[in-house]
Nanobody, 120 residues
C-alpha cells in the first residue's frame, strides 16, 4: 500500500485548504484512514479518522468543527478539508491507512507528508 498526500501550502489565518491523499496498491475500501500532523519539536498527533465503513468520523478536540475528513473509495482518495485555519495548525500533515487502527498512531501505512503553514 502506498500513500501520497498533497494540497498543503501557505495560507493566512482564517483561510482554508483541502488536503488529498491518494492510496494505491490495495482497495481503499478495506482500510481505516487517518490524518496526523507533526509540528516542529512536537510529537506526531492524531487529527482525524474515518473507518473503512465510511460511517462515523473522529477528530482531535483542537480541530473539531473546523476540519472534515472524507473518503472517495472509487477514487482511492481520502480528503481533509481544513477551515478557519490557525497558526497553531502549522505542521507537516500525514495520511495513514490500516486494517485495524483508527484513533491510535499505530497505522501500518503512511504517506510522506505535506507541509501546511498558517501565517498570522
Amino acid at each position: 500500500v502506498q500513500l501520497q498526500a498533497f494540497g498543503g501550502g501557505l495560507v493566512q489565518a482564517g483561510g482554508s485548504l483541502r488536503l488529498s491523499c491518494v492510496i494505491s496498491g490495495r482497495a481503499l475500501s478495506l482500510y481505516n484512514l487517518g490524518w496526523f500532523r507533526q509540528a516542529p519539536g512536537k510529537e506526531r498527533e492524531f487529527v482525524a479518522g474515518i473507518p473503512w465503513t465510511g460511517g462515523s468520523t473522529y477528530y482531535a478536540d483542537s480541530v473539531k468543527g473546523r476540519f472534515a475528513i472524507s473518503r472517495d473509495n472509487d477514487k482511492n482518495t481520502v480528503y481533509l478539508r481544513m477551515n478557519s485555519l490557525k497558526p497553531e495548525d502549522t505542521a507537516v500533515y500525514y495520511c495513514a491507512a490500516d486494517r485495524i487502527q483508527l484513533l491510535s498512531k499505530e497505522y501500518s501505512y503512511w504517506g510522506r507528508g505535506t507541509q501546511v503553514t498558517v501565517s498570522s
